[in-house]
T-cell receptor, first 114, second 110 residues
């Protein structure tokens, strides 16, 4: 029972390089999210996808793009990485069904930008 | 974005003691969630609450959905060393976004 799976778990980039973080969920959830977690800042929403085919900006979208490839997969792309994007990135999913929802997280992707 | 007020920020307790933490919001929520995050891991959902006044247990953990719908409480009884970690709350109303607490760091001294 995998739940939410993120790859890669660790990545080191140089400033200006690009990369894509992958996320897949096997719970048939409609909604998927990308958060970043920084010391003292808590979880901050980057982008979310309420349903297949839709994406919306969250609190800190600058420097990121997302793709909801299908119902299972939601990827996060850094086109030109900056040191300020050094963080731990979490993908999450839920089935909000209008009101009630439990949010499940992946194990995280730890990104360092030099 | 809105962050929930969570207290205490950190706790150092002896093994076997009980622990209490709480989360407050300026907004009403329909759902309260409590998570535990171990170092280097993702947050793991401990308890979900859906109704004002609801009291739900998961082993030694008990959480309550406040009557005002603006707060929630988590209690851990008879703490053990593996309870160490960061606990945080999350709230959800209608819409697509969840709001998170600032976290309580728990240290259990054997």
């Amino acid at each position: 029972n995998a739940g939410v799976t993120q790859t890669p778990k660790f990545q080191v980039l140089k400033t200006g390089q690009s990369m894509t973080l992958q996320c897949a969920q096997d719970m048939n959830h409609n909604s998927m999210y990308w958060y970043r977690q920084d010391p003292g800042m808590g979880l901050r929403l980057i982008y979310y996808s309420a349903s297949e085919g839709t994406t919306d900006k969250g609190e800190v979208p600058n420097g990121y793009n997302v793709s909801r490839l299908n119902k299972r997969e939601f990827s996060l792309r850094l086109e030109s990485a900056a040191p300020s994007q050094t963080s731990v990135y979490f993908c999450a999913s839920t089935n909000l069904a209008g009101v009630l929802g439990e949010l499940f997280f992946g194990e995280g992707s730890r990104l360092t930008v030099l | 974005g809105q962050q929930l007020n969570q207290s205490p920020q950190s706790m150092f307790i002896q093994e076997g003691e009980d622990v209490s933490m709480n989360c407050t919001s300026s907004s009403i929520f329909n759902t309260w969630l409590w998570y535990k995050q171990d170092p280097g891991e993702g947050p793991v959902l401990l308890i979900a609450l859906y109704k004002a006044g609801e009291l739900t247990s998961n082993g030694r953990l008990t959480a309550q959905f406040g009557i005002t719908r603006k707060d929630s409480f988590l209690n851990i009884s008879a703490s053990i060393p593996s309870d160490v970690g960061i606990y945080f709350c999350a709230g959800h109303n209608t819409g697509n976004q969840f709001y998170f607490g600032t976290g309580t760091s728990l240290t259990v001294i054997p």
